[in-house]
């Protein structure tokens, strides 16, 4: 029996892990399951993350994965093949891969697999301005998969999700859109959403198509029947009609060239757009980018301890991109000086969150941006 493959795309912080770590409650059907997790950076930090849910971990550090597809990529699944003897490889590539170019790699192995699940988490408060300031990484991540899961939607307002899916949409007339929110959904009925292999309009259709005549008006089941074929007789009077949640074929007016160019960096409050450029595509010329050509990763390991207080400060200051350049994600794992517990962080474009988790062997520090001034970092987070 072939091998499942499973990829779980996502830009940067949308929240792959989170979505891996949901499906993991589901037991997989007693599936032998193997998480293949990439780091973009010099120090893997989803690893840690992940192996709280006792998840084997096979990291490919040094790099995104679209640019070691040649090497470290086939010979990472080779080994996890010899190695795990896998039903299912779940594979979770960097926030700054190509969904393109990892698709058409697993497709090139000589090896047993079945490509399943093709999914991208989006953050729909994000996506907007994602679009315009990365799109040659976000779009493609958006336009090459299947299922598209919009994360974050319970922070937003109804206008601002409507907006997120017609951009989607607009990218990938195709796939099916999940809006959910990531921490309540059933992580059962979210496995079989992604595993869909029809789309949500194309089942619509074929629900009314087969049993399209039994209206219930006023709570009564009328049993007059309509789209039979009695004695041959093909009966021509339509009866599936979408009233109420009709699918509209209204155009969104945004991004008609396709792709915008205009890479303006992206420190997103309230969805503002800068006017500094910072990501190439300069007089409407498309260029092809390796993540290497783009952006910027550092890492740092620690022994120093910190306060939540400190961690915090660390944290808003990490937004002043005249000082530190444009931060797009930070994360880290960090002794804590205040508890016994020590403290997880995460950081998305100006928002973080700090948890408490459980003690590791030392603080780890990665900072993921576009023109990043590391010594200015490198000076803050480690208070030097």
């Known amino acids: ?102 698709v058409k790699a697993v497709e090139k192995l000589d090896l047993d697999l079945q490509l399943n699940i093709v999914a991208t988490v989006v953050d729909g408060g994000k996506c907007k301005v994602y679009m315009k300031n990365f799109g040659e990484f976000f779009n493609n991540q958006v336009s090459d998969a299947h299922i598209i899961v919009m994360s974050k939607v319970e922070r937003l307002a109804n206008e601002k999700v409507v907006e ?27 496995l079989e959403a992604l ?5 949500y309009q194309d089942k619509v259709e074929e629900e009314f198509k087969h049993g399209c005549c039994c209206h219930h008006h006023d709570g009564e089941e009328h049993d007059h029947e309509c789209c039979h074929h009695h004695d041959g007789e093909e009966h021509d009077h339509e009866c599936c009609h979408h009233h109420d949640g009709e699918d509209h074929d209204h155009e969104c007016c945004h991004h008609h ?53 400190e961690l915090t400060k660390i944290l808003e200051t990490l937004k002043e991109e005249e000082n530190y350049g444009v931060v797009l994600r930070a994360k880290g794992i960090l002794k804590a000086s205040d508890q016994a517990k020590w403290h997880y962080f995460d950081y998305v474009a100006g928002d973080y969150s700090i948890r408490e988790g459980e003690a590791d062997f030392v603080g780890r520090i990665v900072v993921i941006g576009s023109q990043l001034k590391k010594e200015n970092i490198e000076t803050l987070v480690l208070k030097k």
């Open 195 to 199: 595993e869909r292999t029809i789309s």
């Open 257 to 309: 060239d396709e792709e915008e160019h205009n890479h303006k960096c992206c420190h997103h409050h309230d969805e503002e757009e800068h006017d500094h450029e910072c990501c190439h595509h300069h007089d409407g010329e498309h260029h092809h980018h390796d993540a290497d050509e783009v952006f910027v990763s550092v890492g740092y390991e620690t022994p120093m301890a910190y306060s939540q207080k």
């Open 1 to 102: 029996m072939s091998i499942k493959v499973d990829i779980i795309s996502g830009f940067l912080g949308a929240g792959k892990t989170t979505l891996i770590k949901k499906l993991f409650e589901t037991g997989f059907h007693n599936e032998k399951v193997v998480l293949i997790e990439n780091e973009f950076g010099e120090i893997g930090i989803d690893g840690s993350f992940l192996k709280e849910s006792g998840v084997n971990i096979k990291e490919i550090n040094s790099g995104c994965i679209c640019c070691s597809l040649v090497g470290d990529f086939s010979a990472s699944m080779s080994e996890v093949i010899s190695t795990y003897q896998p039903e299912r490889i779940i594979i979770e590539p960097s926030g700054v891969g190509k969904l393109s170019d990892i």
């Open 164 to 190: 997120a899916y017609e951009l989607i949409k607009e990218k990938n007339p195709n796939c099916n859109v999940i809006l959910t929110d990531l921490n309540a959904v059933d992580p059962q009925k979210l």
